[in-house]
Nanobody, 117 residues
Framework: VQLQAFGGGLVQAGGFLRVSCAAS????????MGWYRQTPEIPREFVAR??????????DSVKGRFTITRDNANNAKNTVYLQMSSLEPDDTGVYYC?????????WGQGTQITVSS
């Protein structure tokens, strides 16, 4: 399984941004896809996830501001989107796409998101 992340960049506080992650390879059955983030000061932490059937979970710090969705159309299968709004400087970090399938964790390359105050 390979994960390819798209998006990221610099945004002002209060702004919005969308990142996406496409999974390729042997993705099947029950699994979750989502995002974690990391800064030099804070270890990698959970942000949001969505299951193969659409169940979602969010970190308390992003509830009401971030929305995770997935595209199950054949041409974009296993693609998840993280829509981020009301961004805060504390949202700054490297965002990593994650997929968990059974006991195996897969990670994509990180994408930098910087929220300026």
């Amino acid at each position: 399984v390979q994960l390819q992340a798209f998006g990221g960049g610099l945004v002002q506080a209060g702004g919005f941004l969308r990142v996406s992650c496409a999974a390729s390879g042997a993705v099947y059955g029950a699994h979750t896809m989502g995002w974690y983030r990391q800064t030099p000061e804070i270890p990698r932490e959970f942000v949001a996830r969505i299951s193969d059937v659409g169940a979602t979970n969010y970190a308390d710090s992003v509830k009401g501001r971030f929305t995770i969705t997935r595209d199950n159309a054949n041409n974009a299968k296993n693609t998840v989107y993280l829509q981020m709004s009301s961004l805060e400087p504390d949202d700054t970090g490297v965002y990593y796409c994650h997929l968990k399938q059974g006991p195996i964790d897969y990670w994509g390359q990180g994408t930098q998101i910087t929220v300026s105050s």
